[in-house]
């Protein structure tokens, strides 16, 4: 026998199935209590000087974050890092990044490797997550995703700045070109080549190893029979100190080693001397040549106990920056808040300010020119054109 159903009592069901579903729809609306960010770095290996210090700048700017009660419409959101290693290795790289989706990041600041950035980036892109990385090989930007962002110059300004450093400073002639094999180094290393030929210096000797490659007495032989000048290399810090080492044994250091953004690091400046000039190009400007750099050093040294070792007051920027980015996105949802970077022109507590253009380049990118003297880089030129 079926009940029946009043107007009245029909018209309360329906209000209470509304108000019910408005619910639901709202919660399918709101914004997590806690948001996750994904750090893909090399944080073991030769590399993990340098993928500790890019993940310490993050969490330094989460910290930071939650402390200041983050809020998001009104509500207040923390941030979690999920941090993994890449171990400076494309096919690692593609791992870790689906690990990342799969835990449910909202955007990734990573990587550093150009080669493991690319491998990574469809991958992210897939998912419409942001990824925020320090590599400086063009190719990133050029898959045609909308979620790649660099975070400094690319190397075709750092080749442009070879070239044209070499061509104003130095009056020597003999040159040779070293690299890495990686993405990276191999193409770092055509471009500068071929601004050196502009340059009218003369390529001596030429040669690829792989990025593990330690042993370097037969090129030092090589570098003194074909009385080479300049060594230009795109050779990690911990390669170039192996090199130096070997010049050493031939005696053959009254030469001038310039190199790319990898050696200007903490490592590298133990070979302060070691030959007659060591140098490196960078899109990293140091911490302290920005007005807020030595706040910045303070609280880092204060809770990590040690020096940035590379470019962790750009992914603490990165972090700030894509924090501004989730709070304008007003969801926090990965395709959101790639849309809100694409517009941002974001504050950056030690740079000043990070904006991408349409492909994601960083609009405010400048290579520098640096010279090891003692304990430190010291900035030589700088430009955003060369």
Same mark, same amino acid.
């Given at each position: 026998?079926? !009940?029946?159903?009043? =107007? =009245? ?19 399918? %609306? ?13 944080? !073991? ?10 993940? *310490? +700048? ?12 983050? =809020? @998001? ?8 890092? #999920? ?5 400076? *290795? $494309? ?36 998912? +419409? ?11 990133? !930007?050029?898959?045609? &995703? ?8 690319? %190397? ?5 700045? @070879? ?39 003369? #390529? ?6 792989? %990025? ?15 009385? !080479?000048?300049? #060594? ?63 706040? &910045?050093?303070?609280? /880092?040294?204060?809770? &990590?106990?040690?020096?940035? $070792?590379?470019?962790?007051? /750009? ?9 501004? $980015? @989730? ?18 022109? +974001? /504050? $950056? ?10 492909? +994601? ?8 020119? /640096? ?16």
């Amino acid at each position: 026998m079926q !009940t029946p159903v009043t =107007r =009245r009592a029909a018209l309360g069901a329906g209000a209470v199935g509304g108000l019910s579903l408005m619910g639901l729809l709202e919660g399918c %609306d709101s914004v997590p209590s806690t948001l996750k960010i994904g750090v893909a770095q090399p944080l !073991t290996g030769n590399l993990a000087a340098l993928g500790k210090d890019l993940l *310490n +700048g993050v969490n330094l700017a989460v910290e930071e974050l939650n402390k200041e009660n983050f =809020r @998001i419409k009104g509500k207040p959101v923390s941030f979690e890092v #999920i941090a993994v290693d890449d171990r400076a *290795n $494309a096919d690692t790289g593609k791992e870790v990044a689906q690990q990342l989706v799969n835990a449910g990041v909202v955007a990734v600041i990573g990587h550093l490797n150009s080669g493991v950035s690319i491998a990574a980036a469809p991958i992210y892109a897939e998912k +419409g997550i942001a990824q925020m990385a320090i590599s400086t090989n063009p190719k990133f !930007t050029t898959l045609g &995703f909308p979620t790649t962002f660099r975070l400094v110059a690319n %190397d075709n300004l750092q080749a442009k700045a @070879i070239g044209s450093f070499s061509s104003t400073h130095f009056t020597s002639t003999r040159y040779a070109v070293l690299d890495d094999g990686t993405p990276y180094g191999k193409d770092l290393a055509a471009g500068a080549s071929a601004e050196l030929k502009k340059a009218k210096k003369e #390529i001596v000797h030429q040669q690829s190893f792989d %990025d593990k490659t330690k042993e370097f007495d037969e090129l030092a032989a090589k570098l003194k029979a074909t009385q !080479t000048e300049v #060594i230009v290399s795109t050779l990690n810090d911990f390669q170039v100190l192996a090199l130096l080492e070997a010049l050493q044994k031939v005696n053959h250091t009254q030469v001038y080693l310039l190199g790319g953004d990898t050696i200007k690091t903490t490592l590298t400046l133990k070979g302060t001397g070691m030959i007659r000039g060591l140098m490196a190009t960078s899109p990293i400007l140091e911490a302290q040549e920005f007005p807020t750099g030595a706040a &910045f050093l303070d609280k /880092y040294r204060a809770k &990590f106990k040690v020096d940035p $070792a590379y470019g962790g007051h /750009y992914t603490y920027d990165a972090m700030h920056v894509l924090a501004a $980015a @989730i709070r304008r996105s007003e969801t926090g949802k990965p395709k959101d808040v790639v849309d809100a970077l694409r517009k941002i022109d +974001g /504050y $950056a507590p030690v740079t000043g300010s990070m904006k991408w253009d349409n492909v +994601g380049e960083q609009r405010y990118g400048v290579i520098s020119v /640096y010279a090891a003297r003692g304990a430190k880089w010291e900035s030589q030129v700088r430009s955003d054109s060369w």
